[in-house]
């Protein structure tokens, strides 16, 4: 029997629901959550998401405000603005849309951000926190990720083998920190696999939840996984085709049909995680609201 295809976007918008009362109950006590991103240069998929961002915070009652600057700002005055924001009580989470152009100290950038208005997660302090378990922001995907495991009834995570193809800052090392924790909804075994890694299949098929994230289109094959695997896929690639008005079309880094013959359960794309990375740093943005609501 086919595997059930989770649906992202509908655990995206229970959330996003989730956040709305979260939001109205804090406006209720003279508190209205502020995010605040910056942008700098003129890239046409990062203009995007941060618009698809402040979208998002509105619709869920956050206040949201941009700063966009030229791709020649300097330094200084990058590092000002996150300054000024740090000082503002109405600033209650800071993004940084990366990648900054060349010339621009990403690692400076981000390190400049307090922590606790750190809702992308990114701060040495809140990746240190997190690989002890204690409670902190973490990067947008890899909560989204764990989000779509626990509301699809996939909670008993003690002793499963859960392997990521990635080992990057933003998907493999922040999601493992979650998952390994000595904690009900955790204590899963993680390996973290590069995609170069030879005879990967070796480590792909005694997964019983398989987490990828490559941007290679297919590369994941159904002899790769066992039967009954969970397959969540962070993949997003353009691949030709005629049947579409634009003869293309997005896919990610499972074959997704012959895959889902084989799974108990497997995220599409689009549609998959991709929804719940934008909803989960909202879910950051209102945290840290309630916490300095809490102070």
Excluded at 84 to 104: M, S
Excluded at 154 to 167: A, C, P, S
């Amino acid at each position: 029997m086919p595997g059930k295809i989770i649906d992202g976007r509908k655990i995206s918008a229970e959330i996003r629901e989730e956040l709305k009362a979260k939001t109205d109950k804090l406006k209720a006590t003279g508190i209205t959550p502020g995010l605040a991103g910056i942008l700098v240069g003129e890239d046409p998929g990062s203009a995007s998401y941060v618009r698809l961002k402040e979208k998002g915070a509105l619709d869920v009652g956050i206040s949201a405000q941009s700063v966009r600057f030229p791709e020649d700002v300097s330094e200084e005055e990058l590092l000002k603005t996150i300054d000024r924001l740090n000082e503002d009580p109405k600033v209650h989470g800071i993004f940084i849309q990366l990648p900054l152009p060349k010339g621009l100290d990403e690692a400076k950038a981000l390190n400049a951000i307090l922590p606790e208005k750190d809702v992308d997660g990114f701060h040495p302090i809140n990746v240190g926190k997190a690989w002890m378990g204690q409670p902190v922001f973490l990067p947008a995907t890899p909560i989204g990720i764990y989000e779509i495991l626990l509301r699809s009834g996939y909670e008993d995570l003690k002793g499963k083998e859960v392997v990521i193809v990635n080992v990057d800052d933003l998907v493999g090392k922040p999601l493992a920190s979650i998952l390994v924790q000595a904690k009900p909804k955790a204590g899963a075994n993680v390996t973290l696999c590069h995609p170069a890694t030879p005879n990967l299949t070796s480590y792909t098929r005694r997964a019983d939840i398989l987490v990828v994230s490559v941007n290679k289109p297919k590369f994941i094959t159904a002899d790769m996984v066992k039967p009954g695997v969970i397959a969540i896929d962070f993949g997003s690639n353009w691949i030709e085709d005629p049947t579409s008005k634009t003869g293309r079309r997005t896919v990610g880094d499972i074959d997704f049909d012959r895959v889902k013959a084989k799974a108990e359960a497997i995220t599409p794309v689009p549609g998959g995680v991709g929804p719940m990375t934008v909803t989960m740093l909202l879910a950051n943005t209102v945290k840290a609201a309630q916490m300095h609501a809490e102070e």
